[in-house]
């Protein structure tokens, strides 16, 4: 078992920048993959970004490249997703979650955090 706590939601304005933190509970020596998910009200659970813990090959969803970057600290057992060029279609309950295997999917992730908000303002 492990917890997730994301801190480092809140609101900007468009344009604007934030730096995410998501920081596990103990050591992510058994986990594969950490992801950045978000819902806005009304719509599914999406996948913005993913890492691979031990290759550091990461991966995004379309409508963020070029504006959002993950990135791992192993020692502090925590991933950051900064993003920058924040748009107003950014605001979202953003999650963190974890996984002992490669996923994509929300539905395939064991291990979730409990969000924190970002709200961009146009």
């Known amino acids: 078992q492990v917890r997730l706590m994301e801190s480092g939601g809140g609101l900007v304005q468009s344009g604007g920048s934030l730096n995410l933190s998501c920081a596990a509970s103990?050591?992510?020596?058994?986990?594969?993959?950490m992801g950045w998910f978000r819902q806005a009200p009304g719509k599914e659970r999406e996948g913005v970004a993913y890492?691979?813990?031990?290759?550091?090959?990461?991966y995004y969803t379309d409508s963020v490249k070029g504006r959002f970057t993950i990135v791992k600290d192993n020692a502090k057992n925590t991933v950051y997703l900064q993003m920058n060029s924040l748009k107003p279609e950014d605001t979202a309950v953003y999650y963190c979650?974890?996984?002992?295997?490669?996923?994509?999917?929300?539905?395939?992730?064991?291990?979730w955090g409990q969000g924190t908000q970002v709200t961009v303002s146009s």
């Open positions: 979650a974890a996984d002992t295997m490669w996923n994509i999917r929300a539905e395939r992730y064991d291990y």
């Open positions: 103990r050591d992510t020596l058994d986990l594969t993959a």
């Open positions: 890492i691979l813990l031990m290759a550091g090959n990461r």
